[in-house]
């Protein structure tokens, strides 16, 4: 299947990152422009690793000094608030990100962003959808932060493959230490 978006955002926050502050990017093989660290990346409700307490899979991962800082999903084809909604509130509930290539567990910071990031392009001019989802995102934000989880700030932008998306480049840089 074909993810231009996937790859744009993967490439430029790998490039972004590429040095210092213990910085891992973990990515979606969506996200991988070749196959160099590409993976699944499963979130799960607990440290233990079962198909009963894995919550999702998210699309980019960014961990600093051992601990999951940043969750990015992308969305490219489906943009309805179901969708939109439900990939927050999993990753939200969420406590670890375990996989063998990185050595077991990995739990959240104390404070974890959520982006989200939604392609344009397919969307017809005059379209009610962006206003949709921003109302989405402003719904969001004003329930943060969510009881019992360290996920405390909703960023949502949109986008094609076109785009720089230096503002959420900007975002990043700014949440890690």
Same mark, same amino acid.
């Given at each position: 299947?074909?993810?231009?978006?996937?790859?744009?955002?993967? /490439?430029?926050?790998?490039?972004?990152?590429?040095?210092?502050?213990?910085?891992?990017?973990?990515? *979606?093989?969506?996200?991988? /422009?070749?196959?160099?660290?590409? #993976?699944?990346?499963?979130?799960?409700? =607990?440290?233990?690793? =079962?198909?009963? +307490?894995? %919550?999702?899979?998210? *699309?980019?991962?960014?961990?600093?000094? *051992?601990?999951?800082?940043?969750?990015?999903?992308?969305?490219? =084809? *489906?943009?309805?608030? +179901? #969708?939109?909604?439900? @990939?927050?509130? +999993?990753?939200?509930?969420?406590?670890? %990100?375990?996989? @063998?290539?990185?050595?077991?567990?990995?739990?959240?910071?104390?404070?974890?962003?959520?982006?989200?990031?939604?392609? /344009?392009?397919?969307?017809?001019? &005059?379209?009610? @959808?962006?206003? &949709?989802?921003?109302?989405? @995102?402003? =719904?969001?934000?004003?329930?943060?932060?969510?009881?019992?989880?360290?996920?405390?700030? %909703?960023?949502? %932008?949109?986008? /094609?493959?076109?785009?720089?998306?230096?503002?959420?480049?900007?975002?990043?840089?700014? &949440?890690?230490?």
């Amino acid at each position: 299947m074909n993810h231009p978006l996937h790859r744009k955002i993967g /490439t430029i926050i790998d490039n972004a990152l590429n040095a210092g502050k213990e910085i891992k990017v973990i990515k *979606d093989p969506a996200c991988c /422009t070749d196959s160099h660290g590409k #993976q699944h990346i499963p979130l799960f409700g =607990s440290d233990v690793k =079962s198909r009963s +307490t894995r %919550y999702c899979c998210v *699309d980019l991962l960014i961990l600093q000094e *051992d601990k999951i800082r940043i969750i990015v999903e992308i969305e490219e =084809s *489906d943009i309805k608030p +179901t #969708q939109i909604c439900g @990939k927050f509130l +999993t990753s939200a509930l969420s406590k670890n %990100y375990i996989h @063998k290539k990185d050595n077991g567990s990995k739990e959240m910071s104390e404070s974890v962003a959520f982006i989200q990031v939604v392609d /344009t392009s397919k969307l017809k001019d &005059q379209s009610k @959808k962006i206003r &949709q989802i921003l109302q989405l @995102k402003e =719904s969001i934000s004003q329930i943060l932060p969510l009881k019992g989880s360290p996920v405390n700030k %909703y960023e949502l %932008y949109f986008g /094609t493959e076109k785009s720089d998306f230096e503002d959420m480049l900007g975002f990043i840089k700014s &949440q890690l230490d």
